[in-house]
């Protein structure tokens, strides 16, 4: 008991303004379908149930996700024993995909004004399917989303369309066709045409008393909100860029450090992102191959040739990511070109410095002393002892004969000796 009720104020916390007899709580649902969802639906649907809430709202806003999450939602959807209504909201709101499912599984389904539902055909997470797969997976689909409408007495030949032919209606169809149960612009209108409906929970019927009921938000922590977030796109592509950078630099001085350590974390996160997005194989295997190249650069003098070669493949791996025409938004175009663009920046300063470096006249080592001027510190006949640099050499003159004293320029080394002229 202790640990549910630990589990429910982490994930929760409400506003306490409203702390009346039979509240309804309000859980908003926003992003895609994924297991960080559907534990917020499922300790929500429990928070309701142990502070004995006359209503669960759960306002939906999704363009789909994980069919493996959306069936957990429906069976706790199906199983509980409150009443629960999903509210596709707000205005321009959207419950496509595995959020069809999830809609035709609540007693009451209603929609906001310009909202939309359905195009619920299944979409692979890595890459296409086969023709036989994707008959088996589809016909899987088609039969759990009649079952959901059937036993809530919804319209059966739709809700199977919506699979096969990925169908989307707006509210006013889904209305006439009796996919849905009624419109209502705001939460206030909702509660209002709730009143008095009857319906069934857990078999047995209900009436609903939600005319003069407060609306209790359910508020989801910082910290779920974020795992949430991960589910974008553009965040989880973010998070993949950072790690990118992090292992390269890590690689380009090597040792445990700040960015490795940094760069490893953004690249699990990453991961744990593209679990519950439609990636696209080719794409992940060019940015990889990017990073490849990337580091390669670091370590070999290529010329800017593989620098080069890991920007083309980052590029084209940007863009392939996502799946096309998935319940997903691709990752945004800006960003994909800002992100290209400022590795390639980052490359060619780094090559700009390393072909300066190399033209620079050499100063440290044997290899500086070369045009250098010392002085003779015994006669050089032809041999005898240099000063240069603050150091003591064998030198050896090429012609004629230097005596002690006299400035000498070096011209070459030869083992341990330097070759040396006179300095004019």
């Not at 630990?6 to 007899?21: G, H, K, R, V």
């Not at 992940?284 to 010329?303: D, H, M, N, V, Y």
């Not at 050089?380 to 030198?395: A, D, R, T």
Request: contains cysteine; proline residues 4%; hydrophobic residues 50%.
């Amino acid at each position: 008991m202790t640990r549910s009720v630990f589990l429910f104020s982490f994930l929760f916390y409400t506003i306490p303004l409203f702390a009346e007899a039979k509240p309804v709580y309000l859980l908003p649902i926003k992003g895609v379908i994924n297991p960080i969802t559907a534990r917020q639906i499922k300790e929500g649907i429990r928070y309701t149930r142990r502070e004995r809430a006359s209503l669960l709202i759960i306002k939906l806003d999704t363009p789909g996700g994980f069919l493996v999450s959306t069936r957990a939602i429906v069976e706790e959807i199906m199983s509980a024993n409150i009443p629960i209504v999903i509210y596709v909201a707000p205005s321009g709101a959207q419950c496509a995909s595995a959020g069809t499912f999830i809609a035709l599984s609540v007693p009451v389904l209603a929609m906001a004004e310009a909202t939309n539902i359905g195009a619920a055909h299944p979409v692979s997470l890595m890459g296409g399917m086969g023709k036989e797969m994707e008959k088996k997976i589809v016909n899987d689909a088609v039969s759990f989303i009649k079952g959901i409408a059937r036993k809530n007495n919804r319209n059966v030949k739709w809700a199977e369309d919506a699979v096969r032919k990925s169908l989307s209606i707006d509210e006013e169809e889904a209305l006439k066709l009796g996919v849905i149960d009624l419109i209502a612009k705001d939460e206030e209108e909702l509660l209002a045409k709730l009143e008095g409906r009857e319906i069934l929970v857990s078999g047995k019927k209900r009436i609903l008393h939600t005319k003069d009921s407060k609306i209790i938000p359910l508020r989801i922590k910082p910290a779920e909100k974020f795992l949430q977030s991960l589910g974008d796109p553009n965040i989880a592509y973010i998070f993949l860029i950072l790690g990118i950078w992090g292992i390269i630099a890590e690689f380009s001085s090597p040792g445990i450090g700040f960015p490795g350590i940094v760069g490893a974390i953004c690249l699990i996160l990453a991961f744990f992102a593209f679990h519950s997005l439609p990636i696209n194989i080719a794409g992940l295997l060019l940015i990889f191959l990017a990073i490849t190249f990337f580091i390669l650069e670091t370590k070999i003098a290529s010329g800017g040739l593989l620098a080069t070669g890991g920007v083309v493949s980052l590029l084209l791996g940007s863009f392939m990511l996502i799946k096309p025409f998935s319940f997903i938004r691709r990752v945004s175009t800006p960003l994909i070109l800002g992100v290209t663009l400022t590795t390639a920046l980052f490359f060619l300063f780094i090559l700009f410095f390393v072909i300066r470096a190399h033209k620079r006249k050499v100063t440290t080592g044997r290899e500086g002393l070369i045009g250098e001027i010392g002085k003779a510190r015994t006669d050089l006949s032809p041999s005898g002892k240099l000063h240069i640099h603050g150091e003591y050499w064998n030198g050896r003159v090429i012609e004629g004969l230097i005596k002690k004293g006299e400035k000498v320029k070096v011209i070459r080394i030869e083992g341990r000796e330097l070759l040396v002229k006179r300095a004019e």
